[in-house]
Structure formats: structure tokens, C-alpha cells
């Protein structure tokens, strides 16, 4: 599988500018998913390392091949880039077979009747759809019809699989059962994935890497817990995570390399970090976790209860607390009366402290109140 390069990629429709300058590198193997919101450019991007967008400027290589560069006019087409691309809706021919459907490609590819035999055979049982090899799509449930479509993209053995919100249409409990076979797919066949999404929980419980995107511009480009725990700047800490990050403005002083003084609603609290920051001015923003905010009848703060969200094996609790809401969630089924008082703590070294200004990462460390 080839190793993917995007080196100052841009792709702009007259003032508008879809995607700003990307540079990303995309390791043999992995499987990167375009994650954000509607409009940021994620589909443009995959469509431009498939050949289906041609960039405003900038390169795009396969290993040492070069598939698209503005400077030395070059521009392979899609159809010789060897991808796979997954449709959001399936794109089946209704009118054949679920075997004819995944051997319709390798049928054009012109492989040998033999060969593209025994590829469906295997295709049919790597996907677990054997039973309804003689079926047409309008007989398939959703779930069914994806994997025929997984099948038929894989079967001409593709360097790279493309898939643009292959699992949007699929209800949450089909949708989770799918994500399971995605990543299981994934380590089978060893082939590199690029997924667009605006789910963070498929970005979360799929990648390799995330590649945080709004509008048009790169966020962060890390693996998926590096982005939860260290996000790089405030949009990806409010983007990713549900509930979202807490986040607080609050007055700073810094007292030593590691320390800050902090006025945090109402209360006075210390900031220790993990390594030496700087702080550029007197206002910085607090990033906590809900669940770095465990509720105990011996917690240093008060707040009262906003809401209560239970939802099984975990509650998400809202804490109204100095004419802010708070998120903490809690293991478990709980549940308060509206207003009710919450005694809860700041807990944990994964603290994180933001320049308002900027929205770039200061620094992650602990809080204890004064």
C-alpha cells in the first residue's frame, strides 16, 4: 500500500477557499479519518487525493509517484490511481445480483472469469454475506447492501479505500455493529483507509490518525487519544468529546514556570503543570474534561443541579455553578432534582490551559482550590 503525501495543498473556487494549504502525510497502512464539521473541506480533500477534485495548487504523491503537482503540471486521473471509493449511499446496481455487483468491476478491469470467481467467492465470505449471494440490493437490509459495497470496492484490490459517510444512512445500533467490522476489515486486508466524517465517535473509535479540519484549514493532525487528551487548540478541544470540554475563562497570574494563580469561579485555585509555560496575558481559558469533575459530598466546590441526563450506564450531570453550566459525567444511573445542591471536585493531570487569544495549548497539569 502506498504511503500518501499532500505537500501545500489548496483548492479554491474563485474567493472562496475550500481547502487552505493542507500538508498532511499518510502512512502505508493506516486509516485516517477527515473529521469536522459540515463545509470544512474534508470531502474535497478525499476527492482530491482520489482524482476526482483537480487542487488549485500545491502536490499530491503515492510513494515516490507524483499524482497531481500545480508547479510540474501534472495530473493523473483517477482511474489509473488504483482507489477504491466507497459511496454514502451504496451506489448497488438494482438490477443485479449481489454476486454480479462485486464482479462487475473486475468484469471491466477485464480479469479472468476464473480469477474474478474465485475473488468473489473470497469477497463474499471476508464480508459474511454468503447466504445472499443470489440476492438484489431491494432484498438487502442497509446494513446488508454496506457490506455488498465494502465487497465490490475491495474485490479489485484497491491501494487505497476511500469512503465519504459510508455509514450515515444505518440506524445507531447498525452504525456501531458496521464500525466493529470497518476496523476488523481494516487489520484483514492491511490496506490504507482515508474516511471522511463529521461523527467524532467514528473518528474517535476508528483511526489511526484524525485530521481535524474548519474551514478549510488543518487543526490537528494526531492520533485519536492524542487529540482528545492534548488537543491542539480550543477547536479541537470543544470539537472533540461528548459532552464537550468545560471551558472557562478565568483571570491568571503566573507565579513560577509550572504555577499560575487562578480566580476560578469565584474561588481561588492553583494551576500546576506538567512542564514550564509562559503565559502571554492576564485572561487564559481552563479546559476540563466532565468526567475530570467527579461529584462527591466532599467535593471542594458547590454548584446545584441545572440537569440531569442518565442515560444507563453513565449520567451526565450539569452543574449550574457562578451563572455558568458545567458537564460532569458519573458511572452509573443517578439522578437530582433541578436545583438541587452538588458538592463535586477538580480531579486528575489532564488539566488543560488555553491562550484565549490564540486558542493554542499552554499547557495540561492539575487544579487544586485555595
Not at 447498525?174 to 467490522?181: I, P, S, V, Y
Not at 478541544?237 to 514556570?257: C, R
Not at 466546590?301 to 442518565?310: C, D, F, K
Request: neutral net charge; charged residues 20%; aromatic residues 8%.
Amino acid at each position: 500500500m502506498p504511503r500518501i503525501t499532500l505537500t501545500n495543498v489548496t483548492k479554491q473556487w474563485g474567493k472562496f477557499i475550500a481547502v487552505n494549504d493542507l500538508t498532511l502525510d499518510i502512512e502505508d497502512g493506516s486509516f485516517i479519518t477527515l473529521l469536522g464539521s459540515s463545509g470544512c473541506g474534508k470531502t474535497t480533500t478525499l476527492r482530491m487525493i482520489a482524482g476526482l477534485e483537480t487542487p488549485t495548487r500545491g502536490e499530491i504523491r503515492f510513494d515516490d509517484k507524483i499524482m497531481f503537482s500545480s508547479e510540474k503540471n501534472i495530473n493523473v486521473p483517477a482511474a489509473r490511481r488504483e482507489v477504491g471509493f466507497l459511496f454514502q449511499n451504496y451506489a448497488l446496481w438494482p438490477h443485479m445480483t449481489v454476486v454480479q455487483n462485486i464482479a462487475f468491476g473486475l468484469e471491466t478491469l477485464k480479469w479472468k472469469k476464473s480469477d474474478i470467481q474465485a475473488r468473489v467467492d473470497e469477497m463474499l465470505k471476508t464480508m459474511k454475506i454468503e447466504p445472499f449471494a443470489q440476492r438484489y440490493p431491494a432484498e438487502l437490509s442497509g446494513g446488508q447492501q454496506q457490506r455488498v459495497a465494502i465487497a465490490r470496492t475491495l474485490a479489485p484490490r484497491p491501494r487505497v479505500l476511500f469512503m465519504d459517510e459510508p455509514l450515515s444512512n444505518l440506524d445507531a445500533k447498525l452504525r456501531g455493529e458496521m464500525r466493529t467490522e470497518l476496523k476488523r476489515l481494516h487489520k484483514d486486508m492491511k490496506s490504507t483507509f482515508i474516511y471522511v466524517t463529521h461523527d467524532q465517535l467514528e473518528a474517535m473509535t476508528l483511526s489511526t490518525k484524525i485530521c481535524l479540519m474548519n474551514e478549510g484549514t488543518l487543526q490537528q493532525y494526531a492520533p485519536p487519544l492524542t487529540v482528545y487528551n492534548s488537543p491542539a487548540n480550543l477547536f479541537a478541544a470543544d470539537f472533540v468529546g461528548n459532552p464537550a470540554m468545560n471551558i472557562i475563562e478565568t483571570p491568571a497570574k503566573q507565579l513560577s514556570p509550572t504555577t499560575a494563580e487562578l480566580d476560578f469561579l469565584g474561588y481561588k485555585a492553583l494551576f500546576t503543570a506538567n512542564e514550564p509555560f509562559t503565559l502571554a496575558e492576564g485572561k487564559v481559558s481552563l479546559g476540563i474534561r466532565p468526567e475530570f469533575l467527579p461529584i462527591s459530598d466532599r467535593g471542594d466546590l458547590e454548584g446545584h443541579a441545572y440537569s440531569t441526563l442518565p442515560a444507563g450506564m453513565e449520567t451526565t450531570v450539569k452543574i449550574k455553578i457562578a451563572g455558568q453550566i458545567l458537564s460532569s459525567v458519573v458511572f452509573g444511573a443517578i439522578d437530582y432534582e433541578t436545583d438541587e445542591k452538588i458538592r463535586f471536585s477538580i480531579s486528575g493531570a489532564g488539566i488543560l490551559l488555553f491562550d484565549t487569544r490564540s486558542g493554542l495549548l499552554l499547557a495540561s497539569g492539575r487544579i487544586s482550590i485555595q
